[in-house]
């Protein structure tokens, strides 16, 4: 128990990173090349919010988050925004401190909302999967949340973006439907398999990390490895008893829903990693599926914790927010 505890429950120490360098100018020329157009949310132009820890008010329910802001943000130029979501068991400081996503993304201008489950449960409750009398309800929390970051910073609303780790990656992937095309792309880490793909999901972008030897969402399928009591909370016998699908067989559903062309292309980042790229997806979309050869429930860069299996070398933060930075909202 102590095991999957600290996953889905990490506090870390969060080290600052070196800032990007300052873009160089663009060379005279008589064909001026314009920015891609963007969306503009009706926060635009409003004072600056501080960040830190907020709420939404939903259905009377007062969802916790905390916020996210780049240094120095003007609020008058359109920036894009990410939704992380943590672990079962876990919260939304440690959720940041374990990604780094805080510090990562705000360096790359991004604003980043760390969401708490509106349900008061230690998890997200997942469409599909277990028993609930709204299963809906943490999608509708997630549309709540980012129409109120919108409604007080300037978003680009065609930048908008989920992450998350193991429940909370299945979260992020069940906001690919749930949300209905508003993410231009998502990085489930741990946890792709736990939301189950819709029939016509809009365009969005997949980025995904996994590792073979994972004990508590196993690569292959099957039973997931949860104790009988995390923290407080009695793990109700239908979500010990819950299986779920191959990684594998749940990135090619995907791909194949997304109408991906052919087999995907395969590279070898680092010596114990397999990327998969499934490419010619509708709306130019794509698929990236990170396979850990042996390893465990972890974030890749993260924090190394042997009795929760090896976690690859490669930084999952700085290659999430490289693809999100490749891909917008085709609606």
């Known amino acids: 128990m102590r095991q999957v505890l600290v996953i889905l429950g990490l506090i870390v120490i969060v080290t600052g990173c ?12 008589t064909a001026v090349s314009r920015p891609p157009p963007v969306n503009l949310s009706p926060g635009c132009g409003k004072p600056t919010p501080p960040g830190g820890r907020t709420q939404v008010t939903f259905h009377g329910v007062k969802l916790n988050y905390l916020l996210t802001v780049p240094a120095g943000f003007p609020n008058t130029i359109p920036a894009p925004v990410v939704l992380n979501y943590h672990g079962l068991g ?25 969401p708490e489950t509106v349900t008061g449960l230690p998890g997200w409750v997942l469409p599909g999967f277990g028993h609930s009398n709204d299963p809906q309800i943490e999608i509708r929390a997630a549309t709540a949340l980012l129409d109120q970051v919108e409604s007080v910073l300037c978003v680009d609303t065609k930048r908008e973006f989920a992450a998350g780790m193991s429940n909370g990656a299945g979260m ?26 819709c029939a016509t999901p809009r365009p ?14 196993p690569y292959e399928g099957g039973r997931i490895g949860l104790p009988r009591v995390i923290g407080r909370y009695q793990v109700p016998a239908w979500l010990q008893n819950l299986k779920v699908p191959a990684v594998q067989a749940t990135v090619e559903l995907w791909a194949g829903r997304m109408s991906c062309a052919g087999k995907p292309a395969s590279s070898a980042p680092a010596a114990d ?43 999952a933060t700085g290659l999430i927010f490289q693809a999100f930075g490749q891909h917008a909202a085709t609606r």
């Not at 993260?302 to 930084?315: E, M, N, P, S, W």
């Open 18 to 29: 070196s800032s990007t360098a300052e873009p160089q100018a663009a060379p005279s020329s």
């Open 204 to 217: 969005t972008s997949i980025i995904t990390f996994h590792g073979t030897a994972d004990r508590v969402v």
């Open 172 to 197: 992020a992937t069940a906001l690919i439907c749930g949300l209905d095309g508003r993410l231009a792309a998502v990085a489930p880490v741990s946890g792709i398999n736990l939301a189950k793909p």
């Open 90 to 114: 876990s919260n939304a400081t440690q959720q940041d401190a374990y990604t780094r996503f805080p510090i990562a993304g705000a360096n790359l201008g991004y604003i980043i909302a760390t």
């Open 273 to 315: 990693v397999t990327l998969r790229t499934y490419q010619g997806c509708a709306g130019g979309a794509t698929v990236e599926q990170y396979v850990v050869d042996g390893g465990g429930h972890t974030w890749p860069g993260g924090v190394r914790l042997g009795a929760l299996g090896k976690t690859a070398t490669l930084d």
